[in-house]
């Protein structure tokens, strides 16, 4: 089935500092990509989205491009801040037999950001 | 546009004892998903509706569990006879017709003693 692996956290870094965090993804046909946060306390939050093959999902300077000859959607942001400390999960939409979709998350990347 | 709602934020309860959370979506939304968040997991599906209909349900929703969705509004999950393995985050998502992004709300974290 189709399925989401992103890499193990935590992930600590200073402040300014250049964030990866690799996602890759085993699927069938041609899903979405999403990045969404969870912060301390709160719910999830869609962070960016793909559609397609190289597409590229940009939102609060962070993105990431959809690659489908390496089955990758890597999050990446120039230069963190402290409020960018939160869980990140990479996942893709699964459409079901009935219609709709649902949404398949890899396990989530804890990012800490140090002043 | 309020978001998604749920109640209520946090539940503990004894093993045995039976739960019932509620979701109301984006007004405008006619898909509406449930998910269990463990913890230092990603959220897991456990079902969905179209409109009033439940169209499909993961086999993580063992037969203690049942959701409903009477008026295409909101809808509620209830569990059964908890046991402590149920403890997790309970989600909400809902979402239009003509998309794949689904709009979560807070949670509801659910605590079996």
């Known amino acids: 089935g189709n399925s989401v692996t992103q890499m193990e956290g935590p992930v600590t870094l200073s402040e300014e500092a250049f964030l990866t965090i690799n996602c890759t993804y085993t699927?069938?046909?041609?899903?979405?990509l999403f990045w969404y946060v969870q912060y301390p306390g709160e719910g999830l939050q869609l962070l960016l989205k793909a559609t397609k093959a190289d597409d590229k999902g940009s939102n609060k300077g962070f993105e990431a491009t959809y690659r489908k000859e390496t089955t990758s959607f890597h999050l990446e942001k120039g230069s963190v801040q402290v409020s960018d400390s939160a869980v990140y999960f990479c996942a893709l939409s699964e459409p079901p037999n009935t219609g709709g979709f649902k949404t398949i998350f890899g396990a989530g990347t804890r990012l800490f950001v140090k002043a | 546009d309020t978001g998604v709602s749920q109640n209520p934020r946090h539940k503990i309860t004894k093993r045995g004892q039976n739960v019932t959370f509620r979701c109301d979506p984006i007004?405008?939304?006619?898909?509406l998903y449930w998910y269990r968040q463990t913890l230092g997991q990603g959220p897991e599906f456990l079902t969905y509706f179209q409109n009033e209909a439940q169209l499909e349900k993961s086999r993580l929703l063992s037969d203690r569990f049942s959701a409903e969705r009477p008026k295409g509004s909101f809808s509620t999950l209830e569990i059964q006879r908890t046991e402590q393995g149920d403890s997790a985050m309970y989600l909400c998502?809902?979402?239009?017709?003509?998309?794949?992004?689904?709009?979560f709300g807070p949670g509801t974290r659910l605590t079996v003693l």
């Open positions: 007004s405008e939304h006619n898909r």
């Open positions: 699927a069938t046909g041609y899903p979405s």
């Open positions: 998502a809902s979402s239009p017709l003509a998309t794949d992004t689904q709009y």
